[in-house]
Protein backbone atom coordinates (compact mmCIF):
# COMPACT_ATOMS: atom_id res chain seq x y z
CA UNK A 1 0.00 0.00 0.00
CA UNK A 2 2.86 2.39 0.87
CA UNK A 3 4.98 1.14 -2.01
CA UNK A 4 3.29 -0.83 -4.12
CA UNK A 5 0.39 1.68 -5.60
CA UNK A 6 3.15 4.59 -5.48
CA UNK A 7 5.21 2.16 -8.06
CA UNK A 8 1.68 0.79 -10.31
CA UNK A 9 0.91 4.59 -10.53
CA UNK A 10 4.41 5.68 -11.73
CA UNK A 11 4.74 2.97 -14.32
CA UNK A 12 0.63 3.12 -15.66
CA UNK A 13 1.30 6.73 -16.45
CA UNK A 14 4.65 6.62 -17.42
CA UNK A 15 3.85 4.07 -20.43
CA UNK A 16 0.58 5.77 -21.15
CA UNK A 17 2.56 9.43 -20.97
CA UNK A 18 5.29 7.74 -23.59
CA UNK A 19 2.99 5.91 -25.75
CA UNK A 20 1.07 8.98 -26.47
CA UNK A 21 3.88 10.26 -28.30
CA UNK A 22 3.52 6.98 -30.90
CA UNK A 23 0.12 6.68 -31.07
CA UNK A 24 -1.81 9.59 -32.48
CA UNK A 25 -5.24 8.55 -32.11
CA UNK A 26 -7.32 11.70 -30.38
CA UNK A 27 -8.31 9.31 -27.63
CA UNK A 28 -4.85 9.18 -26.30
CA UNK A 29 -3.90 12.29 -27.01
CA UNK A 30 -6.97 13.61 -24.81
CA UNK A 31 -5.70 11.35 -22.11
CA UNK A 32 -2.07 12.97 -22.60
CA UNK A 33 -3.36 16.86 -22.74
CA UNK A 34 -5.62 15.69 -19.16
CA UNK A 35 -2.39 14.28 -17.24
CA UNK A 36 0.19 17.40 -18.43
CA UNK A 37 -2.63 19.12 -16.80
CA UNK A 38 -2.14 17.35 -13.77
CA UNK A 39 1.65 17.79 -14.09
CA UNK A 40 1.53 21.53 -13.24
CA UNK A 41 -1.33 21.38 -11.11
CA UNK A 42 0.70 19.37 -8.82
CA UNK A 43 3.98 21.12 -9.34
CA UNK A 44 2.57 24.52 -8.62
CA UNK A 45 1.12 23.20 -5.37
CA UNK A 46 4.15 21.65 -4.28
CA UNK A 47 5.79 24.91 -4.71
CA UNK A 48 3.96 25.90 -1.99
CA UNK A 49 5.63 22.96 0.03
CA UNK A 50 9.09 24.92 -0.46
CA UNK A 51 7.95 28.31 0.88
CA UNK A 52 6.12 26.32 4.14
CA UNK A 53 10.01 24.85 4.83
CA UNK A 54 11.29 28.31 4.07
CA UNK A 55 9.05 29.59 6.49
CA UNK A 56 9.68 26.96 8.94
CA UNK A 57 13.32 26.81 9.18
CA UNK A 58 13.72 30.94 9.81
CA UNK A 59 10.78 30.46 12.16
CA UNK A 60 12.45 28.11 13.98
CA UNK A 61 15.99 30.14 13.79
CA UNK A 62 14.12 33.13 15.10
CA UNK A 63 12.69 31.68 17.67
CA UNK A 64 16.21 29.94 19.21
CA UNK A 65 17.71 33.14 18.59
CA UNK A 66 20.26 31.44 16.90
CA UNK A 67 23.24 33.40 15.23
CA UNK A 68 22.50 35.58 12.98
CA UNK A 69 18.50 35.10 13.36
CA UNK A 70 18.13 39.04 12.23
CA UNK A 71 18.87 37.93 8.46
CA UNK A 72 16.25 34.85 9.13
CA UNK A 73 14.12 37.81 10.11
CA UNK A 74 14.78 40.55 7.18
CA UNK A 75 14.48 36.65 5.01
CA UNK A 76 10.75 36.65 6.07
CA UNK A 77 10.44 40.15 5.61
CA UNK A 78 11.00 39.71 2.10
CA UNK A 79 8.91 36.90 1.63
CA UNK A 80 5.55 38.24 3.32
CA UNK A 81 6.04 41.62 1.69
CA UNK A 82 6.45 40.65 -1.66
CA UNK A 83 3.35 37.70 -1.19
CA UNK A 84 0.90 40.76 0.40
CA UNK A 85 2.02 43.45 -2.78
CA UNK A 86 1.95 40.53 -5.09
CA UNK A 87 -1.59 39.46 -4.16
CA UNK A 88 -3.02 42.75 -3.31
CA UNK A 89 -2.05 44.77 -6.53
CA UNK A 90 -2.00 43.35 -10.08
CA UNK A 91 1.04 41.60 -11.03
CA UNK A 92 1.20 42.67 -14.50
CA UNK A 93 0.73 46.34 -14.16
CA UNK A 94 4.21 47.87 -14.81
CA UNK A 95 3.75 50.52 -11.78
CA UNK A 96 3.51 49.37 -8.21
CA UNK A 97 4.64 48.15 -5.60
CA UNK A 98 4.83 44.49 -6.36
CA UNK A 99 6.91 45.50 -9.91
CA UNK A 100 8.73 48.19 -7.72
CA UNK A 101 10.50 45.15 -5.45
CA UNK A 102 11.14 43.35 -8.47
CA UNK A 103 13.04 45.68 -10.76
CA UNK A 104 14.45 47.75 -8.05
CA UNK A 105 15.57 45.49 -5.65
CA UNK A 106 15.55 42.01 -6.52
CA UNK A 107 16.51 42.46 -10.41
CA UNK A 108 19.74 44.68 -9.21
CA UNK A 109 20.70 42.30 -6.43
CA UNK A 110 20.76 39.42 -8.85
CA UNK A 111 22.81 41.21 -11.61
CA UNK A 112 24.89 42.66 -9.03
CA UNK A 113 25.40 38.56 -7.85
CA UNK A 114 26.01 37.51 -11.16
CA UNK A 115 28.70 40.10 -11.25
CA UNK A 116 30.51 39.69 -8.60
CA UNK A 117 31.03 36.24 -10.20
CA UNK A 118 33.82 38.16 -12.47
CA UNK A 119 35.94 38.54 -9.81
CA UNK A 120 35.93 35.09 -8.20
CA UNK A 121 35.76 33.33 -11.39
CA UNK A 122 38.97 35.09 -12.84
CA UNK A 123 40.62 34.18 -9.36
CA UNK A 124 39.22 30.47 -9.35
CA UNK A 125 40.37 29.88 -12.18
CA UNK A 126 43.99 31.35 -12.01
CA UNK A 127 44.29 28.91 -9.37
CA UNK A 128 42.77 26.20 -10.95
CA UNK A 129 44.49 26.27 -14.31
CA UNK A 130 47.45 27.55 -13.32
CA UNK A 131 48.89 25.90 -16.60
CA UNK A 132 50.12 22.32 -14.41
CA UNK A 133 49.82 20.10 -17.00
CA UNK A 134 49.28 20.60 -21.21
CA UNK A 135 44.74 19.79 -20.73
CA UNK A 136 45.24 22.76 -18.01
CA UNK A 137 46.89 24.74 -20.13
CA UNK A 138 44.83 24.18 -23.22
CA UNK A 139 41.37 25.20 -20.92
CA UNK A 140 43.76 28.20 -19.92
CA UNK A 141 44.68 29.15 -23.51
CA UNK A 142 41.34 28.32 -25.47
CA UNK A 143 39.54 30.87 -22.34
CA UNK A 144 42.06 33.85 -23.01
CA UNK A 145 41.05 33.09 -26.94
CA UNK A 146 37.61 33.40 -26.27
CA UNK A 147 37.71 35.86 -23.99
CA UNK A 148 40.15 38.24 -26.25
CA UNK A 149 38.27 37.59 -29.50
CA UNK A 150 35.00 39.34 -28.03
CA UNK A 151 36.70 42.56 -27.47
CA UNK A 152 38.08 45.23 -29.62
CA UNK A 153 41.78 44.46 -28.60
CA UNK A 154 41.63 40.65 -29.45
CA UNK A 155 39.85 42.04 -33.20
CA UNK A 156 42.32 39.85 -34.29
CA UNK A 157 42.08 36.52 -32.31
CA UNK A 158 38.30 36.80 -33.82
CA UNK A 159 38.05 34.28 -36.76
CA UNK A 160 40.47 31.82 -34.43
CA UNK A 161 37.45 32.24 -31.76
CA UNK A 162 34.67 31.53 -34.07
CA UNK A 163 36.55 28.76 -35.50
CA UNK A 164 36.87 27.60 -31.58
CA UNK A 165 33.25 28.12 -30.94
CA UNK A 166 32.19 26.08 -34.29
CA UNK A 167 34.19 23.37 -34.35
CA UNK A 168 36.22 21.74 -31.48
CA UNK A 169 33.08 23.26 -28.85
CA UNK A 170 30.39 22.45 -30.28
CA UNK A 171 31.77 18.89 -31.37
CA UNK A 172 32.87 18.71 -27.24
CA UNK A 173 29.65 19.72 -26.16
CA UNK A 174 27.56 17.58 -28.81
CA UNK A 175 29.25 14.60 -27.19
CA UNK A 176 28.53 15.51 -23.60
CA UNK A 177 24.91 16.33 -24.60
CA UNK A 178 24.36 12.73 -26.41
CA UNK A 179 25.60 11.63 -22.93
CA UNK A 180 23.50 13.81 -21.29
CA UNK A 181 20.45 12.33 -23.47
CA UNK A 182 21.09 8.89 -23.27
CA UNK A 183 21.67 9.41 -19.15
CA UNK A 184 18.32 11.24 -19.00
CA UNK A 185 16.48 8.11 -21.00
CA UNK A 186 17.93 5.71 -18.96
CA UNK A 187 17.20 7.11 -15.97
CA UNK A 188 13.31 8.21 -17.19
CA UNK A 189 13.23 4.26 -17.78
CA UNK A 190 14.54 3.57 -14.34
CA UNK A 191 11.97 5.74 -12.57
CA UNK A 192 9.29 3.97 -14.93
CA UNK A 193 9.90 0.53 -14.43
CA UNK A 194 10.19 1.12 -10.78
CA UNK A 195 13.93 0.51 -10.62
CA UNK A 196 14.85 3.79 -9.19
CA UNK A 197 12.88 4.94 -6.34
CA UNK A 198 14.93 7.09 -3.91
CA UNK A 199 12.49 10.07 -4.81
CA UNK A 200 9.73 8.28 -2.78
CA UNK A 201 12.06 8.67 0.74
CA UNK A 202 11.87 6.21 3.42
CA UNK A 203 9.16 5.12 5.71
CA UNK B 1 16.10 65.44 -9.25
CA UNK B 2 14.19 63.84 -12.34
CA UNK B 3 11.07 61.28 -10.85
CA UNK B 4 13.38 58.16 -10.86
CA UNK B 5 16.27 59.25 -8.48
CA UNK B 6 14.59 57.67 -5.53
CA UNK B 7 13.44 54.06 -6.96
CA UNK B 8 17.59 54.29 -8.85
CA UNK B 9 19.08 54.91 -5.22
CA UNK B 10 16.94 52.34 -4.04
CA UNK B 11 18.65 49.86 -6.69
CA UNK B 12 21.98 51.49 -6.49
CA UNK B 13 22.33 51.21 -2.53
CA UNK B 14 21.23 47.03 -3.07
CA UNK B 15 23.75 47.19 -5.79
CA UNK B 16 26.09 48.60 -3.07
CA UNK B 17 25.72 46.31 -0.33
CA UNK B 18 26.03 43.15 -2.76
CA UNK B 19 29.49 45.10 -3.89
CA UNK B 20 30.60 45.27 -0.46
CA UNK B 21 31.36 41.47 -0.23
CA UNK B 22 34.75 42.78 -2.45
CA UNK B 23 35.98 43.98 0.74
CA UNK B 24 34.94 41.09 2.64
CA UNK B 25 31.72 39.35 4.03
CA UNK B 26 29.60 41.86 5.98
CA UNK B 27 25.94 42.07 7.62
CA UNK B 28 25.02 44.67 4.48
CA UNK B 29 26.01 41.76 2.47
CA UNK B 30 24.10 39.58 4.35
CA UNK B 31 21.40 41.21 4.38
CA UNK B 32 20.55 42.24 1.00
CA UNK B 33 21.13 38.68 0.27
CA UNK B 34 18.88 37.75 3.13
CA UNK B 35 16.32 39.77 1.67
CA UNK B 36 16.34 38.33 -1.99
CA UNK B 37 16.05 35.02 -0.88
CA UNK B 38 12.32 35.85 0.86
CA UNK B 39 11.91 38.25 -2.37
CA UNK B 40 12.20 35.63 -5.05
CA UNK B 41 10.90 32.90 -3.04
CA UNK B 42 7.64 35.63 -3.00
CA UNK B 43 7.99 36.82 -6.65
CA UNK B 44 8.31 33.12 -8.08
CA UNK B 45 5.28 31.99 -5.32
CA UNK B 46 2.82 34.69 -6.89
CA UNK B 47 3.88 34.65 -10.35
CA UNK B 48 3.10 30.68 -10.77
CA UNK B 49 -0.03 30.90 -8.44
CA UNK B 50 -1.38 33.76 -10.97
CA UNK B 51 -0.43 32.43 -14.01
CA UNK B 52 0.15 28.46 -13.73
CA UNK B 53 -2.51 27.41 -11.04
CA UNK B 54 -5.27 30.10 -12.30
CA UNK B 55 -4.99 28.51 -15.46
CA UNK B 56 -5.20 24.96 -14.77
CA UNK B 57 -6.76 25.00 -11.33
CA UNK B 58 -8.73 27.81 -10.29
CA UNK B 59 -10.50 28.96 -13.60
CA UNK B 60 -11.02 25.66 -14.90
CA UNK B 61 -12.55 24.83 -12.20
CA UNK B 62 -15.06 27.63 -11.27
CA UNK B 63 -15.56 29.51 -14.09
CA UNK B 64 -15.59 26.44 -17.08
CA UNK B 65 -17.01 24.11 -14.23
CA UNK B 66 -14.06 21.71 -15.07
CA UNK B 67 -14.70 18.90 -11.68
CA UNK B 68 -12.06 16.73 -12.87
CA UNK B 69 -9.42 19.15 -12.05
CA UNK B 70 -10.67 18.84 -8.27
CA UNK B 71 -8.39 15.36 -8.50
CA UNK B 72 -4.59 16.95 -9.15
CA UNK B 73 -5.89 19.73 -6.80
CA UNK B 74 -6.22 17.22 -3.94
CA UNK B 75 -2.98 15.05 -4.79
CA UNK B 76 -1.41 18.45 -4.88
CA UNK B 77 -2.51 19.36 -1.23
CA UNK B 78 -1.42 15.19 -0.10
CA UNK B 79 2.05 16.38 -0.87
CA UNK B 80 1.67 18.63 2.32
CA UNK B 81 1.04 15.48 3.98
CA UNK B 82 4.94 15.06 3.91
CA UNK B 83 5.21 17.62 6.83
CA UNK B 84 3.64 14.95 9.30
CA UNK B 85 5.13 11.89 10.46
CA UNK B 86 2.60 10.05 10.49
CA UNK B 87 1.08 10.72 7.00
CA UNK B 88 3.84 11.07 5.12
CA UNK B 89 3.89 8.37 3.08
CA UNK B 90 0.35 9.57 2.00
CA UNK B 91 2.96 12.06 -0.11
CA UNK B 92 3.78 9.69 -2.14
CA UNK B 93 0.45 9.11 -4.11
CA UNK B 94 1.12 12.72 -6.22
CA UNK B 95 4.61 12.44 -6.18
CA UNK B 96 3.66 9.08 -8.27
CA UNK B 97 1.57 10.53 -10.82
CA UNK B 98 4.13 13.56 -10.92
CA UNK B 99 7.16 11.69 -11.55
CA UNK B 100 5.38 9.19 -13.87
CA UNK B 101 3.90 11.34 -16.19
CA UNK B 102 6.99 13.72 -15.74
CA UNK B 103 9.10 10.61 -16.85
CA UNK B 104 6.97 9.24 -19.55
CA UNK B 105 6.32 12.57 -21.19
CA UNK B 106 10.28 13.23 -21.02
CA UNK B 107 11.09 10.42 -23.04
CA UNK B 108 10.55 11.15 -26.80
CA UNK B 109 11.29 14.78 -26.47
CA UNK B 110 14.61 14.25 -24.50
CA UNK B 111 16.10 11.33 -27.28
CA UNK B 112 15.03 13.38 -30.01
CA UNK B 113 16.72 16.55 -29.04
CA UNK B 114 19.76 14.94 -27.28
CA UNK B 115 20.18 12.05 -29.40
CA UNK B 116 18.74 12.12 -32.55
CA UNK B 117 19.11 15.60 -33.11
CA UNK B 118 22.78 16.26 -32.27
CA UNK B 119 23.45 13.04 -34.89
CA UNK B 120 21.61 14.58 -37.25
CA UNK B 121 23.36 17.71 -36.92
CA UNK B 122 26.79 15.66 -37.17
CA UNK B 123 25.93 13.77 -40.48
CA UNK B 124 27.17 16.76 -42.60
CA UNK B 125 28.28 16.57 -46.29
CA UNK B 126 32.48 15.73 -45.34
CA UNK B 127 35.19 16.00 -47.85
CA UNK B 128 38.60 17.28 -48.95
CA UNK B 129 37.52 19.89 -51.53
CA UNK B 130 36.43 22.79 -49.66
CA UNK B 131 37.05 24.02 -46.15
CA UNK B 132 33.70 23.50 -45.07
CA UNK B 133 33.96 19.83 -46.33
CA UNK B 134 37.36 19.62 -44.13
CA UNK B 135 35.54 21.10 -41.04
CA UNK B 136 32.85 18.71 -40.78
CA UNK B 137 34.93 15.77 -41.57
CA UNK B 138 37.13 17.84 -37.96
CA UNK B 139 33.39 17.80 -36.22
CA UNK B 140 32.36 14.17 -36.78
CA UNK B 141 35.87 12.94 -35.68
CA UNK B 142 36.15 15.67 -32.45
CA UNK B 143 32.29 13.90 -31.91
CA UNK B 144 33.21 10.32 -32.05
CA UNK B 145 36.63 10.87 -29.86
CA UNK B 146 34.85 12.95 -27.50
CA UNK B 147 32.00 10.12 -27.43
CA UNK B 148 34.70 7.32 -26.98
CA UNK B 149 36.27 9.16 -23.86
CA UNK B 150 33.28 7.98 -22.01
CA UNK B 151 32.83 4.60 -23.53
CA UNK B 152 34.06 2.23 -21.00
CA UNK B 153 33.40 -1.00 -22.27
CA UNK B 154 37.05 -1.09 -23.60
CA UNK B 155 40.39 -0.91 -21.71
CA UNK B 156 41.42 2.91 -23.14
CA UNK B 157 44.77 1.65 -24.18
CA UNK B 158 46.93 1.62 -27.76
CA UNK B 159 44.80 2.85 -30.80
CA UNK B 160 41.69 3.22 -28.02
CA UNK B 161 43.53 5.33 -25.72
CA UNK B 162 45.04 7.53 -28.88
CA UNK B 163 41.23 8.02 -29.83
CA UNK B 164 40.05 8.87 -25.99
CA UNK B 165 43.12 10.75 -25.77
CA UNK B 166 41.99 12.98 -28.39
CA UNK B 167 38.52 13.05 -27.32
CA UNK B 168 39.52 14.64 -23.65
CA UNK B 169 41.61 17.20 -25.48
CA UNK B 170 38.89 18.46 -27.57
CA UNK B 171 36.07 18.72 -24.12
CA UNK B 172 38.81 20.67 -22.92
CA UNK B 173 38.52 23.16 -25.33
CA UNK B 174 34.93 23.27 -25.16
CA UNK B 175 35.16 23.74 -21.48
CA UNK B 176 37.95 26.81 -22.04
CA UNK B 177 35.82 27.80 -24.63
CA UNK B 178 33.02 27.84 -22.51
CA UNK B 179 34.84 29.26 -19.53
CA UNK B 180 35.48 31.90 -21.76
CA UNK B 181 32.19 32.93 -22.88
CA UNK B 182 31.27 32.76 -18.55
CA UNK B 183 33.78 35.18 -17.87
CA UNK B 184 32.82 37.34 -20.55
CA UNK B 185 29.15 37.24 -20.07
CA UNK B 186 29.79 38.13 -16.03
CA UNK B 187 31.99 41.41 -17.07
CA UNK B 188 29.13 42.49 -19.21
CA UNK B 189 27.11 42.11 -16.08
CA UNK B 190 29.63 44.02 -14.28
CA UNK B 191 29.73 46.91 -17.11
CA UNK B 192 25.92 46.83 -16.81
CA UNK B 193 26.32 47.83 -13.06
CA UNK B 194 28.93 50.03 -13.08
CA UNK B 195 27.22 51.89 -16.26
CA UNK B 196 24.05 51.91 -13.84
CA UNK B 197 25.88 53.42 -11.06
CA UNK B 198 27.63 55.80 -12.42
CA UNK B 199 25.21 56.69 -15.29
CA UNK B 200 21.64 56.43 -14.44
CA UNK B 201 21.97 57.03 -10.64
CA UNK B 202 25.15 59.53 -10.43
CA UNK B 203 24.68 61.47 -13.77
CA UNK B 204 28.42 60.98 -13.87
CA UNK B 205 28.95 59.17 -17.54
CA UNK B 206 26.29 59.63 -20.21
CA UNK B 207 25.88 56.52 -23.07
CA UNK B 208 24.87 57.15 -26.63
Redesign the interface.
Known amino acids: M??E???V??????????L???VPHQSIQDV?E???????????????????S?TQVNLVKVRRKTP?WI??V??????????VT??VWD?REPSNP?Q????????????????????Y??SA?FRAFKARNA?AT??????????LG??PVGAKLAPLKSW???????????????????G??A???K??FGIERA???R? | MNGEFIPHTVAALFTLAIFSFLWKDNPLYKAAESLAVGLSAGYFTVILIRTSLMRTLIDPLFEEGQVLVIIPGILGLLMYLRLTRRWTWISRYPLAFYMGIASGAALSPTILAYVVRQIEYTIVPMGFGSWEGITNILIVVMVFCSLFYFFFSVPHKGVFGGVSRIGIWVIMVAFGAQFGFTVMARISLLIGRVQFLLGDWLGLIHLE
Open positions: KWIPLIVFVTGVILASDFRFFMSWLQIIGVLAVGLGLVLGYSITLFGLVIMLGFYFFLFQYALLPIYATMFSLLAFIAALTILVTAVIVMQVIMEVPNMAGFRAILLGIGLGVMALIVYMGD
